[in-house]
């Protein structure tokens, strides 16, 4: 897609303009938990797991630059904390989407070899967007909320992969 060639391109651009100030620079993909989805037919939004694969193949032709995934594991339900019940969220390579019940999927996703990096090592990865909501202030839905985020705690410690995590935009 031409957005994945302007894409590819700015991220080039960023991480060699970043590298001039820091030799450890580098840039990050943001993409959303929907893994493996239909690409719109307008252009106005690709899988990630497309999007991936897309930008492996450019930095392969193109040459290779350092640039890791932003992935943002939101629940399945954008209003319902209990991400552990998403049912959309397997633990398989087509599961339609990555959240925190199934982040395991995103590592294996990295591992393959067309996605190491030169020195055949697996991009970083941070979660650079990740909350929970609720639908109203009360006390059940506060206790939902801290659930969803020890939950998170839980599968973070579990996980050796994700160098980053960013609590962002709780309702």
Request: aromatic share 12%; net charge negative; no cysteine.
């Amino acid at each position: 897609p031409l957005l994945m060639d302007h894409y590819a391109r700015s991220m080039r651009i960023a991480a060699l303009q970043a590298q001039s100030f820091n030799p450890h620079a580098q840039v990050f993909i943001s993409l959303t938990h929907h893994w493996n989805v239909a690409d719109d037919p307008r252009g106005r939004t690709y899988s990630p797991r497309r999007m991936l694969d897309w930008l492996a193949r450019d930095t392969k032709a193109e040459g290779e630059f350092p640039w890791g995934v932003a992935y943002h594991p939101y629940p399945e339900n954008l209003f319902n904390p209990r991400t552990w019940d998403d049912p959309n969220a397997t633990d398989d390579d087509q599961t339609r989407l990555i959240t925190m019940k199934n982040l395991q999927v995103l590592k294996r996703y990295l591992q393959q070899p067309q996605l190491l990096d030169s020195a055949g090592q697996q991009r970083s990865v941070l979660l650079s967007e990740q909350g929970y909501h609720t639908a109203d202030y009360s006390q059940a839905a506060q206790e939902l909320q801290v659930q969803a985020i020890r939950y998170t705690w839980q599968r973070l410690r579990e996980t050796d992969f994700v160098m980053a995590y960013d609590y962002h935009r709780w309702v």
